[in-house]
């Protein structure tokens, strides 16, 4: 049973990383992710 | 031994708040470290701020108690903390040095702002008693000296290197305070193994225990170690979900951070490199946790489950491991009261600038010395709440992140995301959602919802986040958008 609750930490750990590496991507098509961003960009 | 790894410790956290004095010069700096920090202070700071004594102390503790089911609570803040780069990669587009500054730029409403700062001064200052409560009680248990000495030498050392510093000293000193607690979680993880004799023996050991946590508390079945879902029920457990995951991905230590960072994909690129270290941190510490109670079947007497981690590195490793563990729990606590300090102090520099009007061109060096004066200020109300930290400190502290993530999360996720969210829905979600909480509370403490019930079972703070959600999209449907201006920044490139 303790690979289940590992499996399901790692799962639950790795979804802000997918997320984040989505929107990177997206941000890479869409704009330019090295600006310094905000009012400042 | 301890303690003089504890003292050269403290003394290595004054030293760089006494460097990072020198980059100063605006309240810019101070507040936000000029905007400019990368990958790896970024990924430091989040985790040091993430991490808090509670995790190596009740969070341990939990799954000592339980067994495997403890670890759903890091799951319930993985999941609300993947709204962390939803929310950042909009929240970044507008330059804000406080998150309750966003509810001017997008709602154009400085009541809204004021409100904002509050809610996030209240909550953090009785979620910091929680930290300086537990610095306290490491101290006392690491030297044997008195609590209140503790609390005292813990809140000082922190003031100061974050007075000096300010956010620069903040963030650097979490890059060390999160390098020490990694290491030391290892360490308890190598220990546990090595003592129990191999990963598989820990939890087949522990599928046979059998006996209470603690003297006097109830007794564990056997099997209950390895229980899926621990002590929770599937509706409680999706209740935690719904209070936990908000709060986390929206507190306004992290929204801060989002906007820190030099740039949009150093912002994205700490919770990539964050997410995946906590899980080999977390996968750790559930070893570490049943590990523990196979070492350790019932603690001593007089003894709280709590204090299993520190009982393990206190009898299985050499004092100086030991004592750089006590330093690394007091460096959790350090980096989680830091953190909240500066937020405060933002917030409340928020606040003077809409008393004082906000379109005025302030001395930098003001600034920053008002800043400075309300570290201070913050040091001492916190000694003294967490001197005397009866019941309701303990309450509210509990409730929190609740109270920041209604604040928060529900606003912004709207504002950032939908073109018709204004002022007038923002106030609905706030106020609705906080007279549920308190009307849900109340319903429940003087039986209306007889106990055992359905109703009774809902928790007030997952209530009041579900009102504020509806009433944010109703309010938001109903009333007149805001001028494309406010929401333009945000929405649009």
């Known amino acids: 049973m303790q690979f289940v609750i590992w499996l399901l930490l790692a799962i639950f750990c790795l979804i802000p990383p997918v997320v984040a590496q989505a929107l990177l991507k997206h941000e890479e098509k869409e704009g330019d992710p090295d600006q310094l961003g905000g009012d400042a960009s | ?119 996030t001064i209240i909550a953090l200052l009785f979620n910091m008693v929680v930290q300086i409560t537990a610095m306290g009680l490491v101290w006392n248990l690491a030297t044997g000296r008195s609590m209140t000495e503790g609390l005292i030498v813990g809140v000082v050392v922190t003031i100061l290197y974050t007075f000096f510093g300010g956010f620069y000293a903040v963030v650097w000193t979490d890059v060390v305070q999160c390098a020490v607690f990694l290491i030391m979680t290892a360490i308890a993880v190598f220990v546990v193994i090595s003592k129990v004799g191999g990963i598989g023996e820990i939890y087949s050991q522990a599928a046979l225990i059998d006996t209470a946590p603690e003297v006097g508390a109830v007794a564990n079945t056997q099997g209950s170690m390895l229980k899926l879902l621990g002590s929770y029920t599937a509706i ?40 995946v270290i906590l899980i080999f941190v977390y996968i750790g510490l559930n070893i570490v946790g049943v590990g523990g109670r196979v070492l350790i079947p019932t603690m001593a007497e007089g003894m709280s489950s709590d204090w299993i981690m520190p009982v393990i590195f206190t009898t299985y490793t050499p004092p100086i491991v030991a004592g750089l563990f006590f330093a690394g729990l007091l460096a959790a606590a350090m980096s989680t009261m830091d953190s909240s300090m500066v937020m405060i102090t933002a917030s409340a520099t928020d606040i003077l600038k809409v ?139």
């Not at chain 2, 109340?442 to 109703?455: E, Q, Y």
Request: with cysteine.
């Open chain 2, 1 to 119: 031994m301890i303690l003089a790894v504890i003292i050269v410790y403290m003394l290595c956290m004054l030293g760089i708040g006494l460097w990072c004095s020198r980059k100063i010069t605006s309240d810019e700096d101070y507040l936000m470290g000029g905007f400019k920090f990368g990958k790896l202070p970024m990924t430091g700071t989040y985790l040091a701020t993430f991490f808090s004594a509670l995790s190596f102390l009740g969070g341990v503790g939990l799954i000592y108690r339980t067994g495997i089911g403890g670890s759903w609570m890091p799951m319930a803040w993985a999941l609300g903390s993947a709204f962390g780069p939803i929310i950042a990669v909009r929240f970044r587009r507008v330059r804000v040095l406080s998150p309750s500054e966003f509810f001017y730029k997008r709602f154009n409403s400085r009541a809204l702002q004021v409100i904002g700062a509050l809610a």
């Open chain 2, 236 to 275: 409680g457990l999706f209740f935690q979900f719904l209070i936990q995951g908000p709060g986390t991905g929206s507190r306004p230590e992290y929204l801060q951070r989002m906007q820190a960072a030099k740039n949009m994909r150093t912002t994205l690129s700490t919770y990539k490199y964050a997410w």
């Open chain 2, 355 to 493: 008393v004082r009007g906000a379109d005025k061109e302030y001395d930098q060096k003001k600034l920053t010395l008002f800043s400075r004066c309300v570290i201070i200020a913050v040091g001492i109300i916190e000694f003294f709440m967490a001197s005397n930290n009866g019941a309701f400190i303990m309450d509210v502290a509990g409730y929190s992140f609740g109270i920041l993530g209604l604040t928060f999360f529900v606003p912004l996720l709207f504002g950032l995301y939908s073109k018709r969210a204004n002022a007038a829905a923002t106030w609905a979600c706030i106020l609705g959602g906080s007279a549920t909480f308190i009307i849900w509370q109340l319903l429940i403490k003087n039986g209306t919802f007889a106990a055992g019930s359905f109703a009774a079972s809902l928790p007030p703070l997952g209530m009041a986040v579900l009102v504020g959600i509806i009433l944010m999209w109703l309010v938001s449907h109903l009333t007149k958008p805001m001028d494309e201006k406010f929401w333009k920044p945000y929405l649009e490139r």
